[in-house]
Antibody
């Protein structure tokens, strides 16, 4: 099974930018989407959005104004940025590989992100 | 957005016995292509979610055949034919028909 590794800063102050990166162990995102999901006790699992290997994106309308997803095809790495974070953005963030037709078959280990002054 | 509702939210189970979790959506999850975009995931304690079934009833690679997904339209069920100790955790349904994809609240399965 493909292993996804994700990394990024885990402690942010309000108004800062959350930045996470995700990569597959064997580079196998071709043809798939990288989906970003977050999990908090208050909101449960929340779909942030998706980015295809080609670079096309689709964001959750509730976060769209603050979210940017990108792909570095030379490194097979996908990135998530959320700007102007607040305490409400405190959550465990996951990247996952998949497609709407086949489910999310591989997940990263999760990155706990805390926003606190 | 599509709202997903699971029941029960907590399910005590006895090893070797069957178990069943329900998931309902407030809109049909049937795509015009004939596929139903409903997935089931299990999140074991301290772990990331893992895919169990996709498009309603297709078991993911490596998932034991004691897990089965069924249903159509707005009503779906995940069944475990004989629960094992390793099946404890929180089960989620998720719809991937319409953006934003949305999850149920989760059903916590624990051993009696």
């Amino acid at each position: 099974q493909v292993q996804l590794r994700q990394w990024g800063a885990g402690l942010l102050k309000p108004s800062e930018t959350l930045s996470l990166t995700c990569a597959a162990s064997d580079g196998s995102f071709s043809g798939y989407y990288c989906i970003w999901i977050r999990q908090s006790p208050k909101k449960g699992l929340e779909w942030i959005g998706e980015i295809h290997h080609s670079g096309s994106t689709n964001y959750n309308p509730s976060l769209k104004s603050r979210v940017t997803m990108s792909v570095d095809t030379s490194k097979n790495q996908f990135s998530l940025k959320v700007n102007s974070v607040t305490a409400a953005d405190t959550a465990v963030y996951y990247c996952a590989r998949g497609h709407s037709t086949s489910g999310l078959d591989s997940w990263g280990q999760g990155t706990p992100v805390t926003v606190s002054s | 957005e599509i709202v997903m509702t699971q029941s029960p939210l907590s399910l005590p189970v006895t090893p070797g016995e069957p178990a069943s979790i329900s998931c309902r959506s407030n809109q049909s999850l049937l795509h015009v292509n004939g596929h139903t975009y409903l997935d089931w995931y299990l999140q074991r304690p301290g772990q990331s979610p893992q895919l169990l079934t996709y498009r309603g009833s297709n078991r993911a690679s490596g998932v034991p055949d004691r897990f089965s997904g069924s249903g159509s339209g707005t009503d779906f069920t995940l069944k475990i034919s004989r629960v094992e100790a390793e099946d404890v955790g929180v089960y989620y349904c998720m719809q991937a028909l319409q953006s934003p994809w949305t999850f149920g609240q989760g059903t916590r399965v624990e051993i009696k």
